[in-house]
């Protein structure tokens, strides 16, 4: 009978305490369900300043309508992130909700590969190649590419290049930008890449007044070594200024024209 009642006994507590757990899951969500947004916690998760905590705000406030004053539980995550990332500076955004009633939005912004400027109108394009407009809030510090840049985009455009040359051409372009990033040399080195009608490139150095034909976006570790050995051989003989262009597209040759 002892050992009959002590087992009854566990059995009672295991039930009570079963009891008390669903009740207080009940009573967490009914808190939850009470629980109200009283406002919105803003993370930008990298270094950039394209966008800022108001620009989200603002953004939420204008597309998603009010949320403040709204239950915790009704907020519709999902739609915030859409919002938001159909921003042209915004690559992706977590959204979630906390105990404290607020509405938490984590921002993941566009890394910014090179910069084009065709005329008044200016782009950047991130590793991928995803073309987005400069904007007002924060310029990156990234090559800048002018002239007769082959891309098609209008004001305010965003996305991937229209056509499958201009895509392959900025593939180029950005392996190029990479390629000079991968050496602190040629990144200090050069200042600016204008293209020319004839589709060749011409980098501008910082200093000096040579001008280098690159050609097509091509052969980069060649024409590289090239550039290498008229600053080690060249240069120091004919000194600075005695060269106005200094063409590096020809395989085996570099042709130096006053």
């Known amino acids: 009978m002892k050992k009959g009642l002590r087992i009854a006994i566990l059995a009672g507590s295991a039930c009570a305490l079963v009891l008390l757990i669903i009740l207080i899951m009940g009573l967490n969500r009914n808190r939850k369900h009470m629980r109200t947004c009283s406002g919105v916690n803003v993370e930008l998760a990298d270094g950039y ?43 992706k955004t977590e959204a979630y909700t906390t105990p404290d009633g607020k509405l938490n939005v984590k921002v993941f912004q ?40 082959p891309l098609t985009f ?5 996305g991937k290049p229209v056509t499958e040359e201009e ?7 950005i392996t190029l930008v990479n390629y000079m990033n991968s050496s602190k040399n040629w990144a200090e080195i050069i200042s600016q890449i204008t293209v020319r009608p004839d589709g060749d490139l011409v980098m501008v ?3 000096g007044k040579e001008l280098f034909i690159f050609g097509q976006p091509d052969n980069l570790e060649e024409k590289f070594t090239k550039m290498e050995k008229y600053y080690t051989t060249i240069l120091p003989e004919k000194g ?16 130096c024209r006053k």
Do not use: H
Not at 118 to 131: C, I, P, R, V, W
């Open 49 to 91: 300043s394209f966008v800022t905590a108001e620009d989200i705000v603002g953004y939420l406030t204008e597309e998603y309508g009010a949320y403040i004053g709204q239950q915790l539980d009704s907020v519709d995550l999902a739609k915030v992130e859409r919002i938001l990332n159909g921003k042209s500076a915004i690559l």
């Open 110 to 149: 566009r890394e910014p590969t090179v910069r084009f400027q065709k005329g008044d109108k200016g782009f950047y394009a991130d590793e991928k190649g995803f073309l987005f407009p400069l904007q007002s809030n924060y310029t990156s510090k990234v090559p800048i590419i002018d002239g007769a840049v």
């Open 154 to 158: 209008e004001s305010g455009y965003k």
């Open 167 to 173: 895509a392959a051409w900025l593939g180029k372009i």
């Open 205 to 207: 150095p910082r200093k």
């Open 240 to 255: 600075e200024g005695f060269y106005s262009t200094v063409n590096l597209k020809y395989n085996g040759q570099i042709i």
